[in-house]
């Protein structure tokens, strides 16, 4: 299966949200919500101080444009006041006070500049990726493209071949779905195609706006816990069928997972104000199943040498810290510690989706700690539920 990755580019959200801003927005707009007496331990527990997003704060907890009438329009709600019998004086001061109400966003006031971003992003990162690689836009065989929270048909994979001028026989592979998966998914799928043709080029270019799930209507524990974890990234990487000077991993074996009668537990719903990340509190517990798996996944191929193999980085992405926890606690004893760091890190600044294991991996690789030979595992899990894996060298 080798598959040669370059650095990733990775461009984060230009808007840095404090947990503080989000905390003191939250307790005003809910301050008798049931978990309001403990909003500042729930903040602290993420150990997340800022997060990057696309777009700021303020464009997220906006009231959308038009008051109260916007669902039926003035002229019908004058029309059905005056025959109430009002005087037009009443209907007039009725109609104005009711035009003054707040409302909630619509989907198209809250995704359309999201969207807007996510090409702008998804367009930068995928020409820094490039460079690093020491390739142009005309070397560009296939690209792979991911974008979970802005729904949008052409997508990302239309808007980038536009904005970067592919060639018009390079192959577009959309994936707007695989949302956390994406990173080692198209790393897996990128393997595939390399390994078809080794003289392929593939470009993966995943951009997400996390922060369009901030929804502050909402007033659910777990809706506070989605304000709080998610930031905005767009990363984009190259992926060839044979070595080049700029590539730092070697991608060996890929692995995947489904969990049956999971999809339920974490999923994106469209509703009147936007899109909602709803959690369920039994997640985590079924992440850990896909966890228990990979083990399963590694220990088989490698048994021939048990107690002398292990990775020398783990690059997950489980989403959540909670998780990561139990992955340091079901790893083989004789494994080094700190293996997970550099996710640890990155969880640090937000939880970045799809992108999250792209970011990782640059931080490792930004950190100079790697030694050709080093053993890698990239993981992410997602909602499905379902999970990818991959094995591979440092180069």
Request: with cysteine; net charge negative; aromatic share 6%.
């Amino acid at each position: 299966m080798a598959a040669y990755l370059c650095p990733p580019a990775v461009i984060h959200g230009e808007h840095a949200v404090k947990t503080s801003q989000i905390v003191a927005e939250v307790r005003d707009r809910h301050p008798h919500a049931a978990w309001a007496p403990r909003i500042d331990g729930i903040a602290a527990s993420t150990g997340i101080e800022t997060r990057g997003w696309m777009l700021p704060l303020e464009t997220a907890v906006a009231p959308g444009n038009g008051g109260a009438l916007r669902a039926v329009g003035i002229e019908p709600a004058q029309k059905a006041l005056a025959g109430e019998g009002f005087t037009q004086q009443d209907v007039d001061r009725a109609i104005a006070a009711l035009e003054t109400v707040p409302v909630p966003q619509t989907v198209q006031e809250r995704t359309a500049p999201a969207w807007e971003a996510v090409q702008s992003y998804g367009e930068h990162a995928a020409r820094g990726a490039l460079q690093i690689a020491g390739l142009d836009v005309a070397d560009v065989d296939c690209l792979i493209t991911s974008h979970s929270t802005t729904p949008a048909l052409p997508g990302l994979d239309i808007a980038l071949a536009n904005k970067l001028q592919l060639r018009n026989d390079a192959m577009l592979l959309p994936a707007t779905q695989w949302a956390c998966i994406a990173g080692t998914r198209s790393l897996a799928l990128a393997a595939d195609l390399v390994a078809a043709d080794p003289d392929r080029v593939v470009l993966v270019v995943i951009a997400e706006a996390l922060s369009t799930t901030y929804q502050p209507a909402d007033d659910t524990l777990e809706s506070l816990i989605v304000r709080l974890l998610f930031a905005d990234t767009a990363v984009a990487a190259v992926v060839t069928g044979r070595p080049r000077r700029e590539s730092v991993l070697r991608l060996d074996a890929a692995w995947h997972h489904t969990l049956p009668g999971t999809q339920d537990l974490h999923r994106l719903e469209t509703r009147a104000d936007g899109t909602h990340f709803v959690m369920d509190r039994r997640g985590p517990r079924a992440v850990q199943e896909t966890v228990t798996a990979m083990w399963e996944w590694l220990r088989t191929r490698y048994q021939d040498s048990p107690d002398a193999w292990h990775p020398d980085v783990l690059l997950a992405h489980p989403g959540g810290t909670r998780v990561l926890e139990y992955m340091e606690q079901t790893m083989p004893d004789t494994w080094p510690s700190g293996l997970l760091d550099y996710s640890r890190d990155s969880y640090t600044s937000g939880n970045r989706g799809g992108a999250a294991v792209f970011d990782i991996l640059r931080r490792a690789h930004d950190a100079g700690r790697q030694k050709p030979g080093n053993r890698a595992v990239l993981y992410a899990a997602a909602p499905g539920l379902t999970a990818t894996a991959l094995e591979g060298e440092w180069l």
